[in-house]
C-alpha cells in the first residue's frame, strides 16, 4: 500500500509482464494531433510514467513523436514510461493480430509495449475500414472470429517477447471470466470505464481475487454531464481536504485499489493531475458510499462503437 507521499508513484504489481504498472496513467484520446503531442511530452514532463494510447485513437505517431523526444533529450528513459496500446476490432482474426501489432510498434517507434489490449470484446469485418456499416449504417461484425481466438493470439506475442503483458478493455465480468479461465497466460488488466457514478466494485473484487490490475478509465467524468468534478459529494470532500475535485477523484480511484487513466490537453491540468496525495480513509468511504447516482458515458461495452472518439478518420 502507497504511504501518503507517494500516491503519484504508486504501483500495482503485475501478474506477468514489466512487474508493475504505475497506478496513475496519462490517456492520449485527444483529438487534435499537435494537441496530442504537446500534452503527451507535457504528462512526461509533470512525471507521468503510463501513457495509454490505441490504434482506433490514431494517436500512436503523435505518442511516439513526443516520447522519442523526450527520450533523446535525455529526461526520461525508455524502460521508466509504461506503454500500453491496444488492437482495434477489425484485427481480431489471429493472423491480422501480429501485423496489427507491429504497426503500432511503428508508430510508437518502439520495440516492445508493456501492455497489449484487446480493444473491445467485439470483433468487426476485417479490413481497413475502422467502422465497418452496412448500407443501412449498422455496424458488420465478424462472426469468424471469437474472443478466444483473439487472445491465443495476443499470447503468441508475449511468447516472442513483444509485449510484456496483454489484457481486456470494454469487457464485462462474464467475458473477463471466460478469458481468465481459458488462458493460459492469464490477462494481466482489465481495463473499463469506471469512477464514483460507476464503481464496478463486482468486476473490481474478481479482479481482485483473481490477481488481474483493474486499470478505470474516464476517471474524472470524461468532462461529461452530469457532471463528476460538480458532484456535491465530490465538492465537498474536496473542499474539507484542501484538494481539488480531480485530485480527490483521482486519490479515490487509487485508494480503493485501482490503476486509472486520465487525460487532458492543460498544461495546468496535466499538472494538477499528477499532484495527487491520499485522502482520509472516512473521505474514500464517503465517495463510495455517498454518492448513489449511476452513470456510464461510454455505450462502447454493449457495441464496440467508441464513444468518445473524436478524431473520425
Ligand atoms: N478502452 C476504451 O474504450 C477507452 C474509452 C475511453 C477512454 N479510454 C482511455 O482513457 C483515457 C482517459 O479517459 P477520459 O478522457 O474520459 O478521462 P477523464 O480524465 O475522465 O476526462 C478527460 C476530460 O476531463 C477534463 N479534465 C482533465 N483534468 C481536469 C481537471 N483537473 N479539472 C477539470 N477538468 C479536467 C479534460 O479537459 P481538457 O483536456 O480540456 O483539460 C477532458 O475533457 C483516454 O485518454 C483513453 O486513453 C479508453
Redesign the pocket.
Known amino acids: 500500500m502507497a504511504s501518503a507521499d507517494d500516491l503519484r508513484h504508486a504501483k500495482l504489481p503485475l501478474n506477468n509482464g514489466s512487474g508493475a504498472i504505475p497506478a496513475l496513467g496519462f490517456?492520449?484520446?485527444?483529438p487534435d494531433p499537435v494537441a496530442t503531442g504537446i500534452a503527451t511530452k507535457a504528462a512526461l514532463e509533470a512525471g507521468f510514467r503510463l501513457l495509454?494510447?490505441?490504434e482506433r485513437?490514431r494517436t500512436e505517431t503523435q505518442v511516439g513523436e513526443a516520447m522519442r523526444e523526450v527520450f533523446d533529450e535525455g529526461r526520461v528513459k525508455r524502460k521508466d514510461v509504461f506503454v500500453v496500446t491496444?488492437l482495434w476490432n477489425t484485427n481480431h482474426r489471429p493472423e491480422r493480430v501480429k501485423p496489427a501489432f507491429e504497426a503500432s510498434l511503428r508508430k510508437l517507434q518502439l520495440d516492445y509495449v508493456d501492455l497489449y489490449l484487446i480493444?473491445?470484446p467485439f470483433a468487426f469485418q476485417p479490413g481497413d475500414e475502422q467502422d465497418p456499416r452496412d448500407a443501412s449504417g449498422a455496424v458488420i461484425y465478424d462472426k469468424a472470429v471469437t474472443l478466444l481466438d483473439t487472445w491465443r493470439a495476443l499470447e503468441r506475442l508475449v511468447d516472442e517477447g513483444r509485449c510484456r503483458a496483454i489484457g481486456l478493455?470494454?469487457v464485462n465480468l462474464e467475458q473477463a471470466k471466460g478469458i481468465f479461465d481459458a488462458a493460459r497466460i492469464k490477462p494481466a488488466v482489465v481495463?473499463v470505464?469506471s469512477?464514483p457514478y460507476l464503481p464496478e466494485w463486482e468486476l473490481l473484487n474478481y479482479c481482485r481475487k483473481n490477481g488481474i490490475v483493474f486499470q478505470a478509465?474516464?476517471?474524472?467524468?470524461?468532462?461529461s454531464e452530469p457532471s463528476l468534478?460538480e458532484d456535491p459529494v465530490v465538492t465537498a470532500v474536496a473542499s474539507r481536504v484542501n484538494k481539488?475535485p480531480?485530485q480527490v477523484l483521482l486519490a479515490w480511484a487509487i485508494q480503493r485499489g485501482t490503476a486509472l487513466?486520465?487525460?487532458?490537453?492543460?498544461s495546468g491540468?496535466i499538472r494538477?493531475?499528477f499532484d495527487v496525495s491520499r485522502i482520509p480513509e472516512d473521505a474514500v468511504r464517503e465517495i463510495s458510499e455517498g454518492v448513489k447516482l449511476r452513470v456510464r458515458f461510454?455505450s462502447?461495452v454493449e457495441t464496440g462503437v467508441?464513444g468518445?472518439i473524436a478524431r473520425g478518420k
Do not use: C, M, Q, W
Not at 490517456?27 to 485527444?30: A, K, Q
Not at 478509465?217 to 468532462?223: I, R, V
Not at 487513466?261 to 492543460?266: E, G, M, Q, V
Open positions: 490517456g492520449t484520446l485527444i495509454d494510447t490505441a485513437y491496444k480493444h473491445t478493455s470494454d481495463h470505464e469512477h478509465f474516464a476517471a474524472l467524468g470524461h468532462s468534478l481539488t480531480a487513466l486520465t487525460t487532458s490537453k492543460t491540468r494538477e493531475n461510454n462502447v467508441p468518445f
